[in-house]
């Protein structure tokens, strides 16, 4: 069994001031070790309809066909519900209230995936759900300038939502310093759904793995199952799509 990873009073206090806070080592060797052995078993799951929705992407590279993120997982794979429910405690002590799973998802960035542009996790409408989110993101593969890490600026959550579904603009970045945010096996990263953030391309033959489990404060609802249902009318997993329909993902 893992163990629950606990955020000390000047990590909750710098995720209300900065938007963010990397927590170095939150899980030990042993617990990276079991972790990265569910990943794998994700990874093998069979792609198919009414389980864990998988989305691809083309290489950069050489336009090979690679696994872009797997969303919905929690509810197909024991070890990663345990997982959620563990850094669940970690997004109640940052929103200082009981928190509930709002979605979850593993971003790949495979060798020569893409990056995200600068954008607002809250742009992708989740203000029709709640209206307080903490994204707990934990580190499954190093990751480095050269891989893409996360990008981050501080402060700037508190303006509230800059623009609707579509990357920020220089207009909306002006004054943004992003900084990078390397992480290593076992890091988490906190970040508030109005935290502006980006990354950048994967240029290397190695993987970058990042966990996303995204809560919201239980007051407010627990919304799990409806944004799943909005968001499968919208844009299904790869597998489930219909041929003649174009999808188009905003943020």
């Given at each position: 069994?893992?163990?629950?990873?606990?955020?000390?009073?000047?990590q909750?206090?710098?995720?209300?001031?900065d938007?963010?806070?990397?927590?170095?080592?939150?899980?030990d060797?042993?617990?990276?070790?079991?972790?990265?052995?569910w990943?794998s078993e994700?990874?093998?799951?069979?792609?198919?309809?009414?389980?864990?929705w998988?989305?691809?992407?083309?290489?950069?590279?050489d336009?090979?066909?690679?696994?872009?993120r797997?969303?919905?997982?929690?509810?197909?794979?024991?070890?990663?519900?345990?997982?959620?429910e563990?850094?669940?405690?970690?997004?109640?002590?940052?929103?200082?209230?009981?928190?509930v799973?709002?979605?979850?998802?593993?971003?790949?960035?495979?060798?020569?995936?893409?990056?995200?542009?600068?954008?607002q996790?809250?742009?992708?409408?989740?203000n029709?759900?709640?209206?307080?989110?903490?994204?707990?993101m934990?580190?499954l593969?190093?990751?480095?300038?050269?891989?893409?890490?996360?990008?981050?600026?501080?402060?700037h959550?508190?303006?509230?939502?800059l623009?609707?579904?579509?990357?920020?603009?220089?207009?909306?970045?002006?004054?943004?310093?992003?900084v990078?945010?390397?992480?290593?096996?076992?890091?988490?990263?906190?970040?508030d759904?109005?935290?502006p953030?980006?990354?950048?391309?994967?240029?290397?033959?190695?993987?970058?793995?990042?966990?996303?489990?995204?809560?919201?404060?239980a007051?407010?609802g627990?919304?799990?199952?409806?944004?799943?249902?909005?968001k499968?009318?919208?844009?299904?997993?790869?597998?489930?799509?219909?041929?003649?329909?174009?999808?188009?993902?905003?943020?």
């Amino acid at each position: 069994m893992i163990k629950t990873p606990a955020l000390s009073e000047d990590q909750i206090a710098a995720f209300e001031r900065d938007g963010f806070v990397h927590v170095p080592a939150a899980f030990d060797a042993t617990d990276v070790e079991t972790i990265l052995a569910w990943t794998s078993e994700v990874m093998a799951m069979p792609e198919v309809p009414g389980r864990q929705w998988v989305y691809h992407e083309k290489s950069r590279v050489d336009g090979a066909d690679l696994v872009n993120r797997i969303e919905k997982i929690a509810p197909f794979h024991d070890g990663y519900r345990r997982l959620t429910e563990a850094l669940g405690d970690v997004a109640s002590s940052a929103l200082r209230e009981p928190a509930v799973l709002f979605k979850e998802k593993i971003n790949f960035k495979m060798p020569g995936g893409g990056g995200f542009e600068p954008h607002q996790d809250a742009q992708a409408g989740w203000n029709d759900y709640a209206q307080d989110f903490v994204n707990v993101m934990l580190c499954l593969d190093e990751a480095t300038i050269e891989n893409g890490c996360l990008e981050v600026t501080a402060g700037h959550h508190k303006r509230g939502l800059l623009r609707g579904m579509e990357p920020l603009t220089e207009e909306d970045m002006e004054g943004m310093d992003f900084v990078h945010c390397p992480t290593k096996p076992g890091d988490l990263v906190l970040f508030d759904a109005y935290c502006p953030h980006r990354s950048a391309p994967n240029p290397t033959n190695a993987s970058r793995r990042m966990y996303f489990a995204t809560y919201n404060k239980a007051s407010q609802g627990d919304h799990y199952d409806r944004y799943h249902a909005d968001k499968h009318r919208n844009f299904p997993p790869d597998i489930e799509r219909e041929p003649d329909r174009e999808y188009v993902y905003k943020v």
